[in-house]
């Protein structure tokens, strides 16, 4: 071979090279045509250099090293730019990013109705000068009955089952021994609202639990009458209920006040059709209420001959279970998220 020869011989491996460079998508095929060729006819060039004439192999040496460099050269130069490409394209995949897709779902908490209930009343008779006051759950029988002018063997405690407790004490049945309370803490004139748990031993039904919230109410002061009472409970169920809700109203017993009332509400529910959460009536008891009762007055120490009051024992429970279509009461002390978190959801049983 002569050195004529030779440059033909690489200029055609050279545009051998060019070719593979060009053809090449991936980094593999790059390194494997690169080996192909250097060590194919690359490699043959090399060994033809014996070959050569004596004083021409030194320039054969020096021009295959020369072709050998630009190959080696070309192939370094497409890696790279195989490799930006690849790093181009991960980041086009993550412009591909679609920020108007909706996010995926994740439950979040939120407030038991109970307790969105109870904040709205509190809110509403915090606007009308209420103050808002606690009790305790675990009562004597003095403040659960004696003071609210029901002693020991008065039939009206029959009306109230009761877990008495090894104490002596007992499970507060309502929440008017907050009144009794409120009365001897503050003095006259009282306005307070006490919302709270309370504890009775029931046989549980649709309608019936053994825990549940009431929101006692209870305002004192000179010339307090039925019209006050009346105008106070109309105006707190369409706060709550942002529309005039159908009430009626009933005589009924409770020994702490005279006279008193049953305020029931058309039920919710069945829109007063009648369905086992209102005994099939189409109407909830929601609101029994009345006047204070001179005795539970004077176990307050208030004189009955200056002030007057009214009471109300605003069922929370039952007015959450109205408010959002729950028809079952145990759905709410369950823990089933799907009444606690979204209650509307649950739509109760509408029968
Ligand atoms: N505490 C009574 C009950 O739970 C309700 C009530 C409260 C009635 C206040 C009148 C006045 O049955």
Same mark, same amino acid.
């Given at each position: 071979?002569?050195?004529?020869?030779?440059?033909?011989?690489?200029?055609?491996? +050279?545009?051998?090279?060019?070719?593979?460079?060009?053809?090449?998508?991936?980094?593999?095929?790059?390194?494997?045509?690169?080996?192909?060729?250097?060590?194919?006819? &690359?490699?043959?060039?090399?060994?033809?250099?014996? #070959?050569?004439?004596?004083? +021409?192999?030194?320039?054969?040496?020096?021009? *295959?090293?020369?072709?050998?460099?630009?190959?080696?050269?070309?192939?370094?130069?497409?890696?790279?730019?195989?490799?930006?490409?690849?790093?181009?394209?991960?980041?086009?995949?993550?412009?591909?990013?679609?920020?108007?897709?909706?996010?995926?779902?994740?439950?979040?908490? /939120?407030?038991?109705?109970?307790?969105?209930?109870?904040?709205?009343?509190?809110?509403?008779?915090? #606007?009308?000068?209420?103050?808002?006051?606690?009790?305790? !759950?675990?009562?004597?029988?003095?403040?659960?009955?004696?003071?609210?002018?029901?002693?020991?063997?008065?039939?009206?405690?029959? %009306?109230?089952?009761?877990?008495? &407790?090894?104490? /002596?004490?007992?499970?507060?049945?309502?929440?008017?021994?907050?009144?009794?309370? %409120?009365?001897?803490?503050?003095?006259?004139?009282?306005?307070?609202? %006490?919302?709270?748990? @309370?504890?009775?031993?029931?046989?549980?039904?649709?309608?019936?639990?053994?825990?549940?919230?009431?929101? !006692?109410?209870?305002?004192?002061?000179?010339?307090?009458?039925?019209?006050?009472?009346? %105008?106070?409970?109309?105006?707190?169920?369409? !706060?709550?209920?942002?529309?005039?809700?159908?009430?009626?109203?009933?005589?009924?017993?409770?020994?702490?006040? +005279?006279?008193?009332?049953?305020?029931?509400?058309? $039920?919710?529910? $069945?829109?007063?059709?009648? @369905?086992?959460?209102?005994?099939?009536? =189409?109407?909830?008891? *929601?609101?029994?209420?009345?006047?204070?009762?001179?005795?539970?007055?004077?176990?307050?120490?208030?004189?009955?001959?200056?002030?007057?009051?009214?009471?109300?024992?605003?069922?929370?429970?039952?007015?959450?279970?109205?408010?959002? =279509?729950? /028809?079952?009461?145990? *759905?709410?002390?369950?823990?089933? &998220?799907?009444? *606690?978190?979204?209650?509307?959801?649950?739509?109760?049983?509408?029968?």
């Amino acid at each position: 071979m002569d050195l004529n020869e030779l440059a033909h011989l690489l200029t055609r491996i +050279e545009s051998e090279a060019a070719g593979a460079v060009s053809e090449a998508r991936t980094a593999d095929a790059l390194r494997a045509a690169e080996s192909k060729i250097t060590k194919g006819p &690359l490699a043959e060039a090399m060994k033809s250099i014996k #070959s050569f004439a004596a004083e +021409e192999r030194g320039q054969a040496g020096q021009n *295959i090293n020369k072709t050998k460099q630009l190959i080696a050269e070309k192939f370094a130069a497409a890696m790279d730019a195989l490799r930006a490409a690849g790093v181009a394209s991960e980041r086009k995949s993550a412009s591909d990013f679609d920020p108007t897709l909706p996010p995926a779902r994740t439950l979040r908490g /939120g407030l038991h109705p109970v307790t969105i209930v109870q904040r709205e009343v509190e809110r509403i008779f915090s #606007s009308l000068g209420f103050a808002v006051v606690g009790g305790p !759950e675990m009562e004597t029988e003095f403040y659960n009955f004696e003071a609210l002018n029901i002693p020991a063997m008065h039939p009206a405690r029959d %009306a109230q089952d009761t877990f008495w &407790l090894t104490n /002596g004490w007992l499970l507060r049945t309502h929440t008017s021994p907050c009144q009794v309370r %409120a009365m001897l803490r503050y003095g006259p004139p009282i306005r307070v609202i %006490a919302p709270g748990r @309370c504890f009775r031993y029931e046989a549980i039904d649709a309608s019936h639990e053994n825990t549940f919230y009431q929101l !006692e109410g209870l305002l004192i002061d000179k010339d307090i009458s039925i019209a006050h009472l009346i %105008a106070f409970m109309k105006l707190l169920l369409r !706060e709550v209920f942002h529309r005039d809700v159908k009430v009626r109203l009933r005589p009924g017993f409770f020994p702490f006040v +005279e006279p008193g009332f049953e305020l029931d509400m058309s $039920c919710a529910i $069945c829109d007063g059709k009648g @369905c086992p959460t209102c005994k099939r009536s =189409g109407w909830v008891e *929601i609101l029994p209420c009345g006047m204070v009762h001179p005795n539970v007055l004077r176990h307050g120490k208030i004189d009955p001959h200056e002030y007057t009051g009214f009471a109300f024992g605003l069922g929370l429970t039952r007015l959450a279970m109205m408010k959002y =279509g729950v /028809g079952d009461i145990r *759905i709410l002390n369950s823990g089933d &998220l799907r009444g *606690i978190v979204q209650p509307e959801r649950l739509g109760g049983a509408k029968v």
